[in-house]
């Protein structure tokens, strides 16, 4: 799977919209990125996920640029409940034994009052 | 539905002991695997299993053995506890591997300190 980088810290105002970058320049054709969140503590919880064309969904939205190499996952109006360690994932949706995501160490968002 | 449901929430061990880390899903996934997470470093992939009866390798495997004999269990087993074992164990699910179905459902985590 192609390697992601992503700052390691950001901060947010709440009530802002919150960008997450994610570098993934070697990504190939048949790899999704995958937004996944950790809130201190707790079980990581799936985001969005894309392959192409921008997301969207209840949470957040993902954008990837013409060329895949790298996203940005859009909070729209950060709470502080949204702050979280967020990781950016490539893989392939290929099925088969061969199952590995791999997170990173992610970026920590903190939403500032 | 519960989804993910992980027990206990904290153990302490002796070095040495062994003990099983229980992990129930109840949304039909077919697959489910653990993860280890350690001070500042992410998830590190330790088993899964793609379905009822088969099981296989993550990237830290070493000290660790799974079974999956329903559907919905899939218990970690710590044979000999070392201290390097000490970490937050992540349990999680997905409906399906490939394709749409691939969102893995995380339960609440079990704290593991081997003294």
């Known amino acids: 799977d192609a390697k992601t980088t992503q700052p390691t810290s950001m901060d947010c105002a709440e009530g802002r919209a919150a960008n997450l970058p994610c570098n993934h320049s070697t990504i190939s054709g048949n790899e999704y990125v995958y937004w996944y969140r950790q809130i201190h503590s707790q079980g990581p919880q799936y985001i969005i996920h894309?392959?192409?064309n921008n997301e969207t969904n209840e949470m957040a939205s993902l954008i990837i640029t013409e060329d895949r190499k790298s996203s940005t996952l859009i909070l729209p109006h950060a709470t502080l409940r949204d702050t979280a360690v967020y990781y950016c994932i490539v893989r392939v949706n290929s099925g088969g034994s061969n199952y590995k995501l791999t997170f990173g160490k992610g970026t920590l968002l903190t939403v500032n009052p | 539905n519960a989804g993910v449901t992980q027990t206990p929430k904290f153990q302490v061990l002796k070095t040495g002991q062994s003990m099983t880390l229980q992990c129930a899903q109840d949304m039909n996934h077919e697959y489910m695997s653990w993860y280890r997470q350690d001070p500042g470093m992410g998830l590190r992939l330790i088993h899964y299993s793609v379905g009822a009866g088969i099981t296989d390798q993550g990237e830290v495997p070493n000290g660790y053995n799974v079974s999956r004999s329903t559907t919905e269990d899939f218990p970690l087993r710590l044979l000999s506890a070392a201290p390097s074992q000490t970490s937050v164990y992540f349990c999680a699910s997905s409906y399906s591997l490939g394709g749409e179905g691939e969102k893995l459902f995380f339960g609440s985590g079990t704290q593991l300190s081997v003294l």
């Open positions: 894309g392959l192409k």
